[in-house]
């Protein structure tokens, strides 16, 4: 075989391929949106813990406590805790888009999938963590 | 001193020949046990020890893992699995309801959701490591089965505060 039967080394690639190798695909775009509906419930929780944990009664009377000279009875919301786990579902999605390019569907889904649980996990020591103090 | 007896140098000649054919005896059972070398008529050139393959084929193992790499993800697969039966018994402090209607519903499955993601997530960081981190990275696996074990435990455990 002559390398004129063989053909050039690099094939002409027609529209459709190249338009498939330029943009990313059906179903990774798919999952990745999926992921999103699940990871913006975890943020809707970490927004509504973020802004009801401060109104909670025990940080109420800080005022109260400075006016009569206790101190000591003062206390202030968690707010690194808080505000982490706002963060939280944020950093894991864009963490798993990152993890997750140019890898097949099921490793896509399986970085997704992991990333839930990571989430899912911390934000309950989180929640822990804010009734415990 | 007494000289020897005249029968003894006799004896030491016997003792002398039964010698020499019981070395010529133990010489022939040595053969057997030999696998002979390239003087042998027999001998046939075989693929080269393993470990002349690479300069880290004294650390590696037929399968490519390292002892150590080995070791290591004995220690985290324990650890995750570990983990898990914290999460499992931690999870009833968290096995919330937010009410009857269809929102508070939804509401409350996703949260479930997120629970039993939490007592799986041990295992599914450890299983999704191995897959998605190649074995030839093997540091890089070790130090993300590190951050794994240290997230994902069951810290409501320790701390005890419950939802």
């Given amino acids: 075989m002559t390398a004129r039967e063989t053909g050039p080394v690099t094939q002409p690639v027609g529209p459709a391929v190249a338009a498939r190798r330029r943009g990313p695909r059906v179903g990774v775009v798919v999952v990745v949106a999926l992921a999103a509906v699940f990871f913006a419930y975890d943020l809707y929780e970490a927004i509504t813990n973020l802004v009801l944990v401060p109104q909670d009664v025990r940080y109420q009377n800080n005022e109260f406590f400075d006016e009569v000279g206790v101190d000591g009875l003062a206390a202030s919301p968690p707010w690194a805790a808080l505000v982490a786990n706002v963060l939280l579902p944020v950093v894991a999605w864009v963490g798993a888009v990152v993890v997750a390019r140019r890898r097949p569907l099921w490793q896509v889904v399986l970085a997704f999938v992991a990333a839930l649980a990571l989430v899912g996990s911390v934000s309950l020591t989180i929640t822990a963590y804010v009734l415990s103090i | ?163």
């Avoid at chain 2, 030999?34 to 193992?61: K, N, T």
């Avoid at chain 2, 004995?74 to 039966?85: E, H, I, K, T």
């Avoid at chain 2, 409350?108 to 599914?124: D, R, Y």
């Fill in chain 2, 1 to 163: 001193m007494t000289d020897p007896s005249p029968a003894r140098p006799e004896a030491h000649k016997h003792d002398e020949h039964d010698e020499r054919d019981e070395r010529d005896e133990i010489d022939e059972h040595d053969d057997a046990l030999s696998w002979g070398d390239e003087r042998d008529a027999s001998h046939v050139e075989g693929p080269a020890p393993v470990s002349q393959i690479g300069p880290e084929a004294d650390d590696e193992l037929p399968g490519g893992m390292s002892s150590a790499s080995l070791v290591g993800h004995g220690v985290f697969g324990g650890v995750a699995l570990l983990s898990c039966v914290g999460w499992l018994v931690s999870r009833d402090q968290f096995l919330l309801s937010f009410g009857g209607s269809a929102v508070d519903r939804v509401q409350t499955a996703l949260w479930l959701l997120g629970v039993a993601l939490a007592i799986v997530a041990p295992a599914v960081w450890f299983v999704t490591t191995i897959l998605l981190v190649p074995q030839s990275r093997s540091s890089r696996r070790l130090l993300v089965f590190a951050v794994g074990a240290v997230a994902l435990a069951p810290w409501p455990l320790v701390i005890g505060g419950g939802a």
